[in-house]
Each structure stands twice: as structure tokens, then as C-alpha cells.
């Protein structure tokens, strides 16, 4: 069974600060694989999405690289500002084409000004 | 604008009622997931939807039900069978051809069962 793990599950910055989310999971063979934030009592907003044929993506200032053999990836942040301040989740999806997401448990992180 | 739109946004319910939460979207996506998500987990799937008329249980569907009548509505009903109902509740929606998937959340349903 496919379980995957964030950590650190809080992390506190000053503002500027280059930072980075871990993300890992158990079972390697997946199709995809999505960040995503949620501010607190709202829905889920797509950062980026990887799939399993690619290393990374880039949006902005974020970088989310994707190592399937060794199961981790990781959303690099670059540059924080308050306004990143959020929980970040990764999602893997099982490689049989319909797009089950697991979820880990997320990272919260706090950027003070 | 497209998107997917969750009703209400706060519910309120006493023990041994039956409730249903409204998930809508017009992004002409063919699949609907339901989620739920408790406080420092992480989020658990209750019901998916590939088609209308169609729908598979997820890995927490005990205790609720849904329906597709139509491919731009997932409703959720959450029966007095569920143990422990309160928790937030999100809707998800993605197109089932055409790489790379990626599935887009509603606002989420804030579920209170007292």
C-alpha cells in the first residue's frame, strides 16, 4: 500500500530565505505526482505536477524535482515572502491511469516577516 | 469562470441525521472525486465518479453515499451510519483523457455533527 510521508511537518523562516519541502513514498511505480497549497479552512490550489517521465518543473519561484527510483521529491521555494505561508501537501498518483491521489500529511510552514 | 463550486460552506447537523453536500464544476471534466480531510492527516478518499451513472468507493466509504446524475454534479450524502462525521470535506474534479491529469479542488464543505 502506497503511503507517503512530508517532512519537516513545520517549518518556520524569516522572510528571504531559500527553503525546502521533502516529500517520499513507499511504492516507486507511480504516474504523477502534485504539490499543492492550502491556506488555512480552504481548498487545495495546484502548485505543480511532475510526471513520472519528468526530474522537475518550475513555476515562479517554485522548483519541484522528482527522483521515482529512490521515491522522494522535494518543492524548493525560493526567496520566501509571507504571503508563501501556508501548508504545502504532495499527492502521489498510483501508475493505473485513473488518478487516485494519495496524500501525505503536509508541511506547514510560517514566513515572519 | 470555471472552477468548482461546494455548498454550503459551513454545515451544522445534530447526531442521527442525514446530510448532503453539494459539489458543482464546469470545467467539462469527466471525473469527481470526494475526499475528507481531519485535522493532521492527510486527505483520505471516499468516493470517485468516472462517468455519469457510475461511481466506485474509495478507501473510506463506509457510511456515505453519492450519486452522478449528471456530469457537472458529484453530490455527497453522509448517512447517520458514519461514526464520526465531522470533518472538512473536499471535492475534486479531473479529465480522464489527455495527460497529465491533474485535479483541481472546490473550496471545501466544513461539516459539524454535534
Known amino acids: 500500500k502506497q503511503e507517503v510521508t512530508q517532512i519537516p511537518a513545520a517549518l518556520s523562516v524569516p522572510e528571504g530565505e531559500n527553503l525546502v519541502l521533502n516529500c517520499s513514498f513507499t511504492?516507486?511505480?507511480?504516474?504523477?505526482l502534485q504539490w499543492f497549497r492550502q491556506d488555512p479552512g480552504k481548498g487545495l490550489t495546484s502548485l505543480l505536477l511532475?510526471?513520472?517521465?519528468?526530474r522537475e518543473q518550475t513555476s515562479g519561484r517554485l522548483n519541484a524535482s522528482l527522483d521515482k527510483s529512490s521515491g522522494r521529491s522535494t518543492l524548493y521555494i525560493a526567496a520566501s515572502q509571507p504571503g508563501d505561508s501556508a501548508t504545502y501537501l504532495c499527492a502521489v498518483s498510483p501508475n493505473t491511469g485513473f488518478q487516485k491521489l494519495v496524500f501525505g500529511t503536509g508541511t506547514r510552514l510560517l514566513v515572519s516577516p | 469562470d470555471g472552477g468548482i463550486t461546494q455548498s454550503p460552506k459551513y454545515l451544522f447537523r445534530k447526531e442521527g441525521q442525514n446530510v448532503t453536500l453539494s459539489c458543482e464544476q464546469n470545467?467539462?471534466?469527466?471525473?469527481m472525486y470526494w475526499y475528507r480531510q481531519d485535522p493532521g492527516q492527510g486527505l483520505r478518499l471516499i468516493y470517485y465518479?468516472?462517468?455519469?451513472?457510475?461511481?466506485q468507493k474509495g478507501d473510506i466509504a463506509e457510511g456515505y453515499s453519492v450519486s452522478r446524475e449528471k456530469k457537472e454534479s458529484f453530490p455527497l450524502t453522509v448517512t447517520s451510519a458514519q461514526k464520526n462525521p465531522t470533518a472538512f470535506y473536499l471535492c475534486a474534479s479531473s479529465f480522464m483523457t489527455g495527460a497529465p491529469y491533474e485535479q483541481y479542488f472546490g473550496p471545501g464543505t466544513r461539516l459539524t455533527v454535534t
Open positions: 511532475i510526471q513520472s517521465s519528468q
Open positions: 465518479s468516472q462517468i455519469v451513472n457510475d461511481f
Open positions: 511504492d516507486s511505480a507511480i504516474y504523477n
Open positions: 470545467l467539462n471534466h469527466d471525473a
